[in-house]
């Protein structure tokens, strides 16, 4: 399920396409493996900074936060867990690797589906990378967030050559 808070639909709204956005949470969701729903929360850089702060003690905004969910018990439908992207954050670096916002937020979505299916690239040998640029590829999207923070990375384009999301 996508959640789009008021004020970021009135701001971004005709770049976020909610079916599209629903449709490519649960294929991406399959391929990963998870078992459970999925919920996707978007919004801005000051909500998700109270999260980040709260749930892992970082007070600064990030782009993609996961919320693994607990096993379910008493018979309940399985849940994978939740995921909350700031679209602020998004927007910036849509720019900045010069490709639309719907790609943006895919990007980030697919990274948080990942950490929902147990991978951590802080801690594991490569295994997230791998499978991420394996998704990524299989979804047609660009440069995933982990090897953006790589030397191997894509270059950030100039400001002049910047497209708008």
Partial sequence: MILIEPTIQASFGRALRQRTLAVFLKEAARAVGL?????????GD??????????????KATDVLSFPAADPANGH????????????????????FGHPLATEVQILVLHGLLHLGGYDHETDEGQMARKE????????????LIERSTAAGPKRRSPGRRRKP
Avoid at 46 to 53: K, T
């Fill in 46 to 59: 000051e909500h998700i900074r109270r999260l980040n702060r709260v749930y892992r003690g970082k007070n």
């Fill in 77 to 96: 439908a399985p849940v994978a867990g939740d995921l909350a992207v700031s679209v602020e954050t998004a927007v910036r670096q849509a720019v900045e």
């Fill in 35 to 43: 078992a459970g729903g999925v919920s996707v929360l978007l919004t």
């Fill in 133 to 144: 640029t394996a998704l990524r590829k299989r979804f047609g999207l660009e440069w995933g």
